[in-house]
């Protein structure tokens, strides 16, 4: 083995990364910030395997869109069943909800999920090939009001994480009926635009023409401007309900603008899409985004159940989040030998148990360099536990911050850390 082969380090995969802990913080705040508020909109946390069969994928994502045709990573396992590491989060719940008849409960079908995803995608700010989202689902409601209410909590919730500079984006990809209609015009528009097209749209002209509107080549995003808009095709039905959403969007006050080319970028999308996008962000500008999909369970088999619900970046999103400084309140154990060590091990058991952040670190250091280690990791309060206090039952409680330092017994200095006195 060469010298150069014995120093080559073991690194993370790219696209991938460590969360440490000073920035774990931060996703815990954040986390726990979510789970309450979707607990406060009536949802419940769901959370399914992180690899499904294949199929399962190219079904619900549909076979025409990027994720499938050119970012899941997928395996063939020891059963030689093909699987695949979930690249987004639907077609899990809907299998879910088919397997376990959910729609049978009594429980409103209000879900949300916080967890990694997996994409082959080129890396970049706030996207990674393991990334995380928060995922809301909503199922078995057809009225254009929860279509609002969704995006009225998604506003929210950046609102309450501190977000600023956000716009919201809608649109309606119809449905079925006038879907058809449309593309056919698309198409046509798009064939005598074909040569100043590039390659991958002159495939999705025969696919699936909705996806010409998710090109990042600026010359495509350029022609593709001047294509017919689908709210210009909708069916009677399609038309009221995004009438009717926008209407309750005006209820809320939320301000938004209507984007013709806004179709996301999954097969399965009916009626309402809509995003929520930074300008804090450059070119990929999306923190979340979703849209209703009606025919998804019953297309896996399940009954006529619609849906509808957002996705939203944890790790774009903590790139918008201003970081909030929590107070601490550690308290640091500075033994003076072992007698002393065994005091402390118990002191720490009973403030643990109080539900009290205590630490006391093993290693073998004079008083000195036990105080400076304390100042170090930024504790708030040291208990100073010698020979007198061990036979006093009293310990030295110093406060870092003033100063001040007074012999307490263990009860006292559990009011005082708490701030009860």
């Keep these: 083995m060469s010298r150069k082969e014995k120093k080559k380090q073991v690194a993370a995969i790219k696209g991938t990364k460590d969360i440490l802990p000073l920035e774990a913080r931060k996703w815990q705040q954040v986390e726990t910030l979510i789970k309450a508020y979707c607990e406060r909109y009536g949802y419940r946390e769901i959370r399914t395997p992180v690899f499904e069969s294949t199929e399962l994928f190219q079904k619900g994502t549909g076979e025409t869109s990027d994720i499938v045709m050119k970012e899941m990573y997928s395996f063939v396992d020891k059963g030689g069943r093909s699987l695949t590491l979930r690249p987004e989060y639907t077609p899990s719940i809907v299998r879910a909800i088919i397997e376990h008849r959910l729609y049978l409960q009594p429980q409103p079908m209000r879900y949300y999920y916080i967890g990694p995803m997996f994409r082959y995608d080129k890396p970049q700010k706030g996207r990674y090939r393991q990334f995380h989202q928060l995922d809301i689902e909503v199922f078995g409601e057809k009225d254009a009001a929860v279509d609002a209410e969704i995006v009225e909590m998604a506003s929210g919730l950046l609102s309450q994480l501190k977000v600023k500079g956000t716009d919201?984006?809608?649109?309606?990809?119809?449905?079925?009926?006038?879907?058809?209609?449309?593309?056919?015009?698309?198409?046509?528009?798009?064939?005598?635009?074909?040569?100043?097209?590039?390659?991958?749209?002159?495939?999705?002209?025969?696919?699936?023409?909705?996806?010409?509107?998710?090109?990042?080549?600026?010359?495509?995003?350029?022609?593709?401007?001047?294509?017919?808009?689908?709210?210009?095709?909708l069916c009677r039905e399609c038309d009221e309900h995004f009438k009717n959403f926008r209407s309750y969007l005006d209820l809320y006050g939320l301000k938004h603008k209507v984007e013709p080319r806004l179709v996301r970028g999954l097969d399965y999308y009916?009626?309402?899409?809509?995003?929520?996008?930074s300008t804090e962000l450059g070119a990929q500008d999306a923190i979340l985004g979703g849209g209703r999909y009606d025919d998804m369970i019953k297309d896996f088999g399940g009954p006529d159940v619609c849906g509808i619900g957002f996705a939203l970046g944890v790790e774009r999103l903590l790139s918008?989040?201003?970081?909030?400084?929590?107070?601490e309140n550690i308290v640091y154990l500075v033994c003076l030998g072992e007698e002393a060590k065994k005091e402390g091990m118990l002191l720490a058991q009973y403030l643990h148990k109080e539900n009290i952040e205590c630490l006391l670190e093993y290693k073998s250091r004079n008083l000195s360099k036990q105080m400076s280690r304390a100042n170090k990791i930024g504790a708030t309060w040291v208990l100073i536990i010698g020979e007198d206090e061990i036979k006093k039952k009293r310990f030295q409680l110093k406060n870092m911050a003033s100063g001040e330092q007074k012999e307490v017994a263990r009860e006292k200095a559990l009011n005082i850390i708490r701030g009860n006195i």
Excluded: W
Excluded at 184 to 196: F, I, M, N, P, T
Excluded at 270 to 277: A, H, Q
């Design 168 to 233: 919201i984006l809608v649109n309606s990809v119809g449905c079925r009926k006038c879907r058809p209609g449309y593309h056919k015009e698309l198409r046509h528009q798009a064939e005598l635009a074909r040569d100043s097209l590039c390659s991958d749209c002159q495939r999705k002209m025969s696919t699936n023409p909705l996806r010409i509107f998710d090109c990042k080549e600026e010359s495509c995003r350029e022609i593709s401007q001047g294509f017919p808009k689908i709210t210009d095709f």
């Design 270 to 277: 009916t009626k309402t899409t809509f995003e929520i996008v």
């Design 320 to 327: 918008l989040v201003p970081q909030k400084k929590e107070p």
